[in-house]
């Protein structure tokens, strides 16, 4: 194929004469063959040159992704067509630059449906599945336009990527109304229906447009196939795919592993891993993820040295699941040995690495840490001010919480409803009774969020801190919902042990355990008040109910993480045999002292 093009290149140049024609097919040529730079010398040298020549330069740095200077030939263009600016803003989208991509398209004199699509196209695949759907809508205003397979297939994948089922049946509806449905040449509207269908879980709609078009679906198909059915929990069907499929890439045999490992069937998952030929990073580290989410944590740190002894090299993705297991299980050794790991391989991190550092060093009790890492930040999004406020807000440093608030409101940030279930945890372990009320009443009124349960939670104990019983009462009796039994035991463990709350504690513990008929705690606070008061007769009777129902107080515990696994001890049980001479041991250390 080079020789029959060097055979042209030489004729060419040997041409007595060369007219506009001659020279365009010379510049498609040089580029078509992968010579950029010696298209656009021979564009130079044009002594003429027409709205082709220039689209044929123009589209080939597009294609090399070289924007800077297709931007610099656009400009310079004295005379564009609609081909011209659809170029251009295709490139900008398959940049990632759909802004800029946007800008051209508001400014196109004409558009047909290439160039509509274009747009669609690439806010679409770039994520921003709204404006696609909102630019669709734009574009059958305009009746000149009739949408095309490719408009549909690009609008299939936004569907999928908002969510919304009934949205994406609609569709369905306009791909059969405008006859699409038998215009698929290449199949890429049945893959994108498909993936539309089985990521909303409709495996009977997936399953009718596979079977129907079953010669031209491909493994994105049956990838999109096994993934739906994982999506509803139908496994067996989804094994069934995978086992008829004649060829199997990464993403078939991750999915499934990912499966069963997300409803606990950790043997099946590393059967299917110990078989699959390429294991790439991706399928490790699900390897990894689920185990971690099935409490196998000594079993998940043994795949991370296996994947780094395989030279595997370990994603960001990785070690972010590592951090948040080391965080989860109070771990700082194995999550500073991590992070030293990290520091070898890798001089820059990416914001979800950064922000589940944070997070590990704050739930390990290391909020120095945490907070020189936050501090170090380039940028910072929801999720990094988010964590360090509550990491310390955990901590128990009410002022560092809210001056890291204090300092998000002013980076712009717009706070969520976890911002403020941390200031108002905060608030609550400072007794900041007053700056915890102006912070609740603000998140409504100013912020427009809505309190949710754990919000009105931390209210009550804000207020039973500070020991406002009684108004933690009145702000229960006026909550806009009725009481559930999360609400009675916060208003139930905010009365203490005070004389002066028995009367609230008790109405609090009956309605808990109207809900809640074996909650221990209500019946031992209950229990305690009728003691207190002289009411034996009631004392007895409530504990003898305790026993008739089985109602037992769930008892204290404390753990420690010895060579990976977690060791934990019961208050009242002697879990190791040598429990008495460690006893004795430190009986005799603390008389010594």
């Not at 609740?440 to 039973?464: C, K, T, W």
């Amino acid at each position: 194929m080079r020789g029959g093009f060097v055979r042209r290149r030489r004729l060419f140049e040997e041409m007595p004469e060369r007219n506009v024609v001659s020279w365009n097919s010379m510049i498609v040529g040089l580029i078509r063959n992968g010579e950029l730079n010696e298209a656009r010398q021979v564009f130079d040298s044009m002594p003429i040159k027409n709205v082709v020549s220039w689209n044929a330069m123009i589209a080939g740095y597009v294609e090399s992704c070289r924007m800077g200077e297709a931007k610099v030939l656009f400009v310079e263009m004295e005379e564009r067509n609609v081909i011209t600016w659809t170029s251009m803003i295709a490139g900008y989208c398959r940049a990632g630059e759909v802004e800029e991509g946007y800008r051209l398209f508001q400014r196109m004199p004409e558009k047909n449906v290439v160039s509509w699509t274009a747009m669609i196209g690439g806010f679409a695949w770039n994520g921003f599945h709204k404006e696609a759907l909102m630019l669709f809508i734009g574009m059958r205003g305009n009746y000149d336009v009739r949408p095309n397979g490719e408009t549909f297939t690009s609008l299939a994948y936004a569907c999928a990527g908002m969510g919304f089922p009934h949205l994406g049946k609609q569709l369905h509806a306009q791909v059969i109304v405008n006859g699409r449905e038998y215009d698929d040449y290449d199949g890429r509207l049945s893959r994108s229906l498909i993936h539309m269908y089985s990521s909303f879980g409709i495996m009977n709609f997936a399953h009718y447009i596979f079977s129907k078009n079953e010669k031209e679906c491909n493994i994105q198909s049956c990838n999109s196939m096994i993934n739906g059915y994982i999506r509803i929990g139908r496994l067996e069907e989804a094994q069934n795919l995978f086992d008829m499929m004649p060829v199997r890439d990464e993403i078939s045999w991750t999915s499934m592993i990912d499966g069963y490992l997300g409803i606990g069937q950790v043997t099946k998952a590393c059967h299917l891993f110990h078989n699959m030929p390429n294991r790439d990073a991706v399928a490790w580290t699900a390897m990894i993820s689920g185990h971690i989410q099935n409490e196998l944590f000594a079993e998940a740190t043994y795949l991370f040295l296996e994947m780094r002894g395989h030279g595997v090299p370990p994603l960001n993705a990785t070690y972010s699941t590592l951090f948040g297991a080391a965080g989860a299980t109070a771990n700082l050794d194995q999550g500073r040995q991590i992070h030293c790991m990290l520091i070898k391989t890798q001089s820059e991190y990416d914001l979800i690495l950064q922000n589940s550092l944070i997070s590990m060093y704050a739930k390990c009790g290391v909020i120095d840490d945490a907070y020189k890492i936050f501090s170090n930040m380039a940028s910072r999004d929801l999720i990094s001010w988010n964590s360090m406020i509550m990491g310390f807000s955990q901590h128990g440093l009410a002022n560092e919480t809210l001056k890291v608030f204090d300092s998000m409101l002013g980076s712009g940030t717009h706070p969520n409803s976890v911002t403020f279930l941390g200031i108002l945890s905060a608030c609550s372990h400072a007794g900041l009774v007053n700056q915890g009320w102006e912070l609740f009443n603000a998140m409504r009124d100013v912020y427009e969020i809505q309190p949710g349960l754990e919000h009105y939670v931390s209210m009550i104990n804000l207020l039973g801190r500070a020991g406002k019983v009684k108004e933690a009462n009145e702000f229960v009796l006026s909550l806009p919902f009725e009481p559930d039994h999360y609400i009675w035991g916060a208003l139930l463990g905010a009365c203490g042990f005070a004389e002066t709350n028995a009367k609230i504690a008790e109405h609090a513990a009956k309605q808990l355990l109207q809900l809640d008929p074996l909650n221990a705690p209500a019946h031992v606070v209950l229990c305690n008040i009728y003691a207190a008061n002289g009411q034996h007769a009631e004392e007895h009777k409530l504990r003898k109910e305790m026993g008739l129902k089985g109602v037992r107080k769930v008892p204290g515990c404390s753990w420690i993480m010895l060579n990976g696994k977690v060791h934990m001890f019961l208050s009242g049980h002697k879990i190791e045999p040598q429990a008495d001479e460690i006893l004795s041991l430190l009986f005799k250390i603390a008389n010594v002292s």
